[in-house]
């Protein structure tokens, strides 16, 4: 059986005694600049570098703190991670970075890549209704082709 004791007026508490911080350890980043560019990115450095032009200034760091990642380096280890159908600790793994580094450049690419291009990128239909009714008549014509099969 366990007892908890009062230990308030201990004078030799954690709180006297702080703990030291872990010094913070950086990885060597992995060169992006790697033979069999398209097969691993599914993308041409031209193209990678157009997009970067585009979308570049939406994920530069204010600071240079903590090693941040360059807009390119962000940007490269995204299309990998989307490329590749893999797990982000693979990635990071193969380019130095942790997986959180991984999950956090996704977000700030697509997010980039979203709020540039959208609006030009995305076009609604004028008419609405019609594609609505359109769908619905497919819907129907499914429904009957699955009756004549069962």
Same mark, same amino acid.
């Given at each position: 059986?366990?007892?908890?004791?009062?230990?308030?007026?201990?004078?030799?508490?954690?709180?006297?005694?702080?703990?030291?911080?872990?010094?913070?350890?950086?990885?060597?980043?992995?060169?992006?600049?790697?033979?069999?560019?398209?097969?691993?990115?599914?993308? +041409?450095? *031209? #193209? @990678?570098?157009?997009?970067?032009? $585009?979308?570049?200034?939406?994920?530069?760091?204010?600071?240079?703190? =903590? !090693?941040?990642?360059?807009?390119?380096?962000?940007?490269?280890?995204?299309?990998?991670?989307?490329?590749?159908?893999?797990?982000?600790?693979?990635?990071?793994?193969?380019?130095?970075?942790?997986?959180?580094?991984?999950?956090? +450049?996704? *977000? #700030? @690419?697509?997010?980039?890549?979203? $709020?540039?291009?959208?609006?030009?990128?995305?076009?609604?239909?004028? =008419? !609405?209704?019609?594609?609505?009714?359109?769908?619905?008549?497919?819907?129907?014509?499914?429904?009957?082709?699955?009756?004549?099969?069962?």
């Amino acid at each position: 059986m366990y007892h908890i004791s009062d230990t308030s007026d201990s004078s030799d508490s954690d709180n006297d005694h702080p703990r030291p911080k872990r010094p913070k350890i950086y990885r060597p980043r992995i060169n992006f600049d790697i033979d069999n560019f398209q097969a691993r990115f599914r993308l +041409s450095r *031209g #193209a @990678v570098e157009r997009i970067l032009q $585009d979308i570049g200034g939406r994920l530069q760091h204010e600071t240079d703190r =903590n !090693m941040a990642l360059t807009p390119k380096q962000q940007f490269l280890l995204a299309i990998r991670y989307l490329a590749g159908g893999g797990f982000m600790i693979t990635v990071g793994d193969a380019h130095g970075t942790d997986k959180a580094t991984v999950s956090r +450049s996704l *977000g #700030a @690419v697509v997010k980039a890549i979203n $709020d540039f291009y959208f609006d030009t990128a995305v076009a609604w239909p004028e =008419n !609405m209704e019609s594609v609505v009714a359109g769908f619905y008549r497919s819907e129907e014509h499914t429904s009957e082709l699955q009756s004549h099969h069962d």
